[in-house]
């Protein structure tokens, strides 16, 4: 284990308790992730009633005849608000990750492969930069300028989120393209191209896949705080963290109509989490 | 050091000035006017637009950043367009209860890390449940935590309270219901001042604390492995001396630098939880300025935040540096 | 006959390594006798490191140890002691010197504080500084680990190993009765390491102390143990005085051992015998470098730059079908001069011109990290081939070809360089190396991190290779014995300049500088027929 000092941007991903996982556990966990990003796809198909219409009575409490997670203020049912919701949670944070990995990746791959001026002048500057700033307050500047709307929120988000994977792409080609077997294949004559795909890119695919997953917890996170501000979708179209800001108000005497919202997120970041981890336990990450 | 401490202000500065373009580009961006803030919503296309000439936002981009960054370093952020009060005045007004919140609620993240870290490193018996406790707590967005916190503590409990900062007429002079209490000599106050303060920084802090402590336990396994803490031991010395002498200080950094990161994050949680606790402080002014696309109002509160951040950040590197002496060698 | 330091009585031990048990010691006895130094011999694998460890009662508890049998350290069996006893008899009986002198101490703390954890005394601490032979000690006491050089750092492991354990009953300062080294000198340059096993005798003559002296090399061993034990497999397969071990050894394996050896003084090659006459009017050279500087920038933190010079200036000719050693020790710039002639670095200035078409090609240090992880052996060395656009069928053959010129079978095309032994990356290094014949074959040390079994075999090879294809090779070594039988020529590289050039045999038997005499004196050769 090294122990140099790791700068901010350089920090990887930690697992729970350990990367200790028995593989069972690990694949069932991964089956979770699976099973979620499913629920998320069908979520209109699976919602029994449309979720913006009224369709019984007010404030209806969980476990009610016909509303399993009751109704909320205005009669529309929750249960059909919250597939809906983790549906825009779950698929905008595999969008934001999926996006920050494309961008940040490649441009962390080619820095680290490159080296010299173009590496540390000029996009490493640039990464430096971006992530010196409050990326959340960013996001939420500009958000706000554009206007609020789930697009625009994607699009702050994501414009705030690639730095880190690019700076963490970085590191490990930087640490790949110093090791001997790179040389080895420039002294076979193997092309620039070439050594970046067959001989550093598969070397980095674990570490990114592994940070990629443990991100989508905190992506989701960050959407849920977002739409709780108003930014994201706006109402009447369900989102989680909008649903219970718009709710405060009952949160003493009907509590579900904001609480479950908030469980689902929660929900959402733990099976996030774990997920992660078990990738995590799963890939061999070479040292 | 000091070439190091030279070296770091002056990305600082750097940094500050990117944030500003970046501020100023969204603000040409967005939809608002802010000429609306100093004339008012009922007035006159005519009056709009030759007030729009007196703040010369007809004149070039480049003159107008000018001006912007000269307003900034005088301290002029503009006019709000929701208070119509200048930006520099409402951030005063809220930002130093904001400071005592995130205070408070970094220093028990820290408190909290410590303790993670620590009992997972040092194998306390028991401790593995409170470390469990702490994680799926933290998984739970900081909105859903202020809701379940104020649902038990107050709804069942009644122990603490679920708004504001309490009654106390604030005379000054920090602004800070906390230490004010403490500087008139107020005990009362003070403890009410703190039962006010308690649940939401520990909201805030929750995830802050996990991360860290996460970063700084994974660390501390870590370094207990290494070739070096093989030989303090070898000398025969305790674990307590070998985890204190020998191991902390080389474990520190990277939690250091989650610190630091889990701050920034922190500017952005303090948005929503001042928000459900009615706190009033610069996010709540922000999540009030959001609805109404009160652009000034947002970025100034995002430069000035953004300032603090970069700032801090600097400080964590000072640490960094003083802890581990290679750093400054780079 | 006084009582032994420590006792070792019918000692197994077996381990969990990646996640499965295997023994690693076998009922071992071995006794350490008041002021002796016992030499501990073994190659990787034979758990000499783990016997070690035990003797300071360090096992890793990750590794879960099971253990059978009794580790006697002055009276205490560190296998049973409770924790409270284990450190009152390291704290005032054991010293330990590690193998790695950078991971071995502190980075961010003081050497001064170092020591002091053991010696509770600056004055103490500077003392024992200037006994190891670190000068301006005060001044020492002040720096950080990374502001040393290797050599120093193992001598305040050294300081640290022998600081006093309290008052004896006799007024005198209490020593350390045992002190384990486990391959203190394997990191360290030959001139660094003769010095450092000098400085164990003194200690020994000077503090009484007994030593265990752990390596791989049984003439590092023989140079300064009054007993050698050998240790293969786990089993301690011989135990005598040094010199009845080295001149009669009784087992098989120490019999392997010894012949495994290169000494200054075994016979070399005959097949090349004729091609060190290089003759006048030849043709062009297979490798021509003139004047050659490479310098680096390197930033101080007080952020002063300075330039290092890491060649200054060399002037070297190599015919085609000749092999040119170049030694010397760390930091002497002949890494830097291979990379740069194969193309891997720039010069700052100066040239340097291959003959032939066939381009530089390296075997590097470390094969595992030299094949890519991922990668099949087959498709590695199929890579080389692509230039020339051959059919997939005849790429199949001439990597079975390649494979077989190395002694390996076919089948290893398809394994992945995790699944081979070191001994057998190494070897696809070299195939993939000469498969198709280079205009120049680079060796940089391919050989110093292999058993010396191994070793040997290694380098016949590359010598066979070299008879068959008849290749130019450039050897960087910092083994002066393998430098005399895989060169024709050796050139003594010190500082960045070529400070010696000549024929092997020649600088080794009548060497002109003092430097190389002084290489030459260093090297540990086991000299038979002398009684120690």
């Known amino acids: 284990m090294s122990t140099t000092l790791v700068p901010r941007w350089r920090l990887k991903p930690v697992a729970i308790g350990g990367a200790h996982m028995a593989r069972p556990t690990?694949?069932?966990?991964?089956?979770?992730?699976?099973?979620?990003?499913?629920?998320?796809?069908?979520?209109?198909?699976?919602?029994?009633?449309?979720?913006?219409?009224?369709?019984?009575?007010?404030?209806?409490?969980?476990?009610?005849?016909?509303?399993?997670?009751?109704?909320?203020?205005?009669?529309?049912?929750?249960?059909?608000?919250?597939?809906?919701?983790?549906?825009?949670?779950?698929?905008?944070?595999?969008?934001?990750?999926?996006?920050?990995?494309?961008?940040?990746?490649?441009?962390g791959l080619v820095a680290g492969a490159t080296g010299g001026w173009v590496d540390s002048l000029l996009l490493m500057r640039i990464t430096d930069l971006f992530l010196a700033l409050p990326g959340a307050l960013v996001a939420i500047a500009i958000v706000a300028a554009l206007g609020p709307g789930l697009f625009n929120t994607l699009i702050g988000v994501a414009l705030v989120w690639w730095p880190y994977y690019a700076r963490i792409v970085r590191g490990e080609t930087k640490a790949l393209a110093a090791r001997p077997h790179v040389e080895a294949a420039k002294l076979a004559k193997v092309g620039r191209v070439r050594i970046l795909t067959r001989h550093l890119l598969p070397g980095v695919v674990p570490t990114a896949v592994i940070t990629?997953?443990?991100?989508?917890?905190?992506?989701?996170?960050?959407?849920?705080?977002?739409?709780?501000?108003?930014?994201?979708?706006?109402?009447?179209?369900?989102?989680l963290g909008a649903d219970t800001a718009r709710a405060l108000s009952q949160l003493l005497s009907q509590w579900w109509v904001p609480g479950i919202p908030g469980l689902a997120v929660l929900l959402l970041t733990l099976i996030a989490n774990l997920g992660g981890d078990a990738i995590r336990s799963l890939i061999p990450v070479r040292r | 050091m000091t070439s190091f401490l030279v070296r770091r202000l002056s990305t600082a500065v750097l940094i500050l000035l990117i944030l500003s373009f970046v501020i100023f580009l969204l603000q040409s961006v967005s939809p608002g006017d802010p000429a609306r803030a100093y004339v008012g919503a009922n007035a006159s296309n005519e009056m709009v637009a030759a007030e729009r000439q007196r703040l010369g936002l007809n004149d070039p981009m480049l003159q107008q950043f000018t001006r912007f960054l000269g307003g900034l370093v005088t301290g002029n952020l503009g006019r709000s367009l929701r208070t119509r009060q200048p930006v520099t005045a409402d951030i005063a007004t809220y930002l130093p209860a904001t400071a005592e919140l995130v205070v408070m609620a970094f220093l028990i993240a820290?408190?909290?890390?410590?303790?993670?870290?620590?009992?997972?490193?040092?194998?306390?018996?028991?401790?593995?449940?409170?470390r469990g406790v702490l994680l799926l707590l933290a998984t739970a967005p900081p909105f859903l935590l202020a809701l379940v916190g104020i649902i038990v503590f107050f709804g069942q409990l009644g122990w603490l309270p679920a708004?504001?900062?309490?009654?106390?007429?604030?005379?000054?002079?920090?602004?800070?219901?906390?230490?004010?209490?403490?500087?008139?000599?107020?005990?009362?106050?003070?403890?009410?001042?703190?039962?006010?303060?308690?649940?939401?920084?520990?909201?805030?802090?929750?995830?802050?604390?996990?991360?860290?402590?996460?970063?700084?336990?994974?660390?501390?396994?870590?370094?207990l492995g290494v070739d070096y803490v093989r030989t303090a031991r070898s000398k025969g010395l305790t674990e307590t001396q070998v985890v204190v002498h020998h191991v902390v200080r080389n474990a520190i950094g990277p939690a250091l630098s989650m610190a630091g990161l889990q701050l920034g994050f922190m500017f952005a949680g303090v948005v929503v939880v001042e928000q459900i606790f009615s706190w009033p402080g610069i996010g709540n002014y922000l999540a009030a300025s959001i609805p109404v696309a009160d652009f000034p109002a947002i970025a100034g509160v995002t430069l000035v935040l953004g300032a603090i951040y970069v700032l801090s950040n600097v400080v964590v590197d000072l640490l960094q540096a003083l802890a581990d002496p290679r750093v400054t060698a780079e | 006959m006084t009582e032994p330091v420590a006792e070792v009585r019918d000692f197994s031990l077996s381990l969990v390594r990646n996640g499965v048990r295997s023994p690693v010691l076998r009922h071992v006895d071995l006794d350490i006798r008041p002021g002796e130094i016992l030499g501990l011999v073994g190659e990787s694998g034979s758990g000499k490191s783990v016997l070690a460890l035990s003797l300071l009662g360090l096992l890793p508890p990750e590794s879960h140890p099971v253990t059978e049998g009794r580790v006697t350290v002055s009276g205490v069996d560190l296998l049973a002691a409770k924790i409270d006893e284990l450190r009152r008899v390291r704290r005032e009986v054991l010293g330990a010197i590690f193998q790695d002198p950078m991971t071995s101490l502190n980075p961010t703390m003081r050497i001064g504080r170092q020591i002091g954890e053991a010696t509770h005394d600056d004055a103490e601490s500077v003392r024992l500084l200037e006994t190891v032979g670190v000068r301006d000690a005060e001044l020492r006491l002040r720096v950080y680990p990374h502001e040393l050089s290797g050599g120093l750092r193992q001598r305040v492991m050294a300081a640290i190993a022998v600081a006093g354990r309290g008052e004896r009953s006799d007024g005198k300062e209490a020593r350390p009765g045992l002190i384990v080294a486990d391959e203190p000198t394997t990191a360290l340059d030959v001139t660094v390491q003769a010095q450092l096993l000098d400085l164990l005798r003194e200690l020994r003559d000077d503090f009484g102390c007994s030593v265990l002296l752990i390596t791989h090399d049984l003439g590092v061993a023989d140079q300064i143990a009054d007993r050698l034990a050998?240790?293969?497999?786990?089993?301690?397969?011989?135990?005598?005085?040094?010199?009845?071990?080295?001149?009669?050894?009784?087992?098989?394996?120490?019999?392997?051992?010894?012949?495994?050896?290169?000494?200054?003084?075994?016979?070399?090659?005959?097949?090349?015998?004729?091609?060190?006459?290089?003759?006048?009017?030849?043709?062009?050279?297979?490798v021509s470098i003139r004047e050659l500087r490479r310098s680096f920038g390197v930033r101080w933190g007080r952020g002063s730059k300075q330039d290092i010079v890491a060649v200054d200036g060399v002037d070297l000719e190599i015919a085609a079908g000749e092999a040119l050693a170049i030694v010397g020790e760390s930091g002497s710039g002949k890494s830097t001069l291979l990379r740069i002639v194969a193309g891997l670095d720039r010069p700052t200035s100066g040239s340097v011109t291959l003959a032939g078409d066939g381009g530089p090609q390296m075997v590097f240090q470390d094969a595992g990290s030299s094949l890519t992880p991922w990668l099949s052996i087959g498709e590695t060395l199929g890579e080389r081939l692509r230039p020339l656009k051959l059919s997939r069928s005849d790429v199949r053959d001439r990597v079975t070809e390649?494979?077989?010129?190395?002694?390996?079978?076919?089948?290893?095309?398809?394994?992945?360089?995790?699944?081979?032994?070191?001994?057998?990356?190494?070897?696809v290094g070299l195939a993939r190396?000469?498969?198709?014949?280079?205009?120049?074959?680079?060796?940089?040390?391919?050989?110093?991190a292999l058993d010396a079994s191994l070793a040997k075999n290694m380098l016949t090879l590359i010598r066979d290779l070299r008879a068959r294809i008849g290749m130019t090779v450039l050897f960087v070594t910092h083994d002066l014995a393998v430098a005399r039988l895989m060169g024709d020529r050796i050139a003594v590289m010190q500082n960045g300049r070529i400070v010696e050039l000549g024929p092997s045999e020649q600088v080794v038997s009548a060497p002109r500088e003092d430097y190389t005499r002084a290489l030459l004196a260093a090297v540990p050769e086991i000299v038979e027929g002398a009684a120690s």
């Open chain 1, 26 to 107: 690990a694949w069932a966990l991964v089956g979770l992730l699976v099973a979620v990003t499913l629920v998320a796809l069908f979520a209109r198909q699976l919602a029994p009633y449309n979720p913006i219409q009224p369709v019984g009575a007010l404030n209806l409490p969980p476990l009610s005849a016909g509303h399993l997670l009751g109704t909320d203020g205005i009669g529309r049912d929750l249960l059909s608000r919250t597939l809906i919701g983790i549906q825009v949670s779950w698929l905008s944070a595999l969008v934001v990750v999926a996006s920050g990995l494309l961008i940040g990746g490649t441009i």
């Open chain 2, 163 to 223: 708004r504001g900062v309490g009654d106390f007429q604030d005379p000054g002079p920090f602004g800070m219901q906390l230490v004010d209490t403490l500087v008139h000599g107020q005990a009362d106050a003070f403890a009410d001042a703190f039962k006010h303060l308690l649940l939401p920084a520990v909201v805030l802090s929750i995830a802050p604390a996990v991360a860290i402590g996460r970063v700084f336990r994974s660390s501390l396994h870590g370094v």
């Open chain 3, 230 to 286: 050998v240790l293969h497999h786990g089993e301690l397969v011989e135990i005598g005085k040094a010199a009845d071990v080295v001149r009669n050894p009784q087992h098989e394996y120490t019999r392997s051992l010894l012949a495994s050896r290169l000494t200054l003084t075994m016979p070399r090659d005959e097949r090349f015998a004729s091609t060190s006459q290089a003759g006048e009017g030849d043709p062009e050279p297979a």
């Open chain 3, 433 to 448: 190396a000469t498969m198709i014949p280079p205009s120049v074959l680079l060796c940089d040390e391919p050989t110093s």
């Open chain 3, 402 to 427: 390649a494979l077989a010129a190395v002694d390996l079978p076919p089948e290893i095309a398809k394994a992945r360089p995790g699944e081979l032994s070191g001994g057998q990356r190494q070897r």
């Open chain 1, 212 to 239: 990629a997953s443990l991100d989508i917890g905190n992506v989701v996170l960050l959407l849920a705080a977002l739409s709780f501000l108003g930014l994201g979708q706006q109402s009447p179209a369900p989102e």
């Open chain 2, 110 to 130: 820290l408190a909290l890390a410590a303790l993670y870290a620590l009992s997972g490193a040092l194998r306390w018996p028991g401790a593995s449940v409170g």
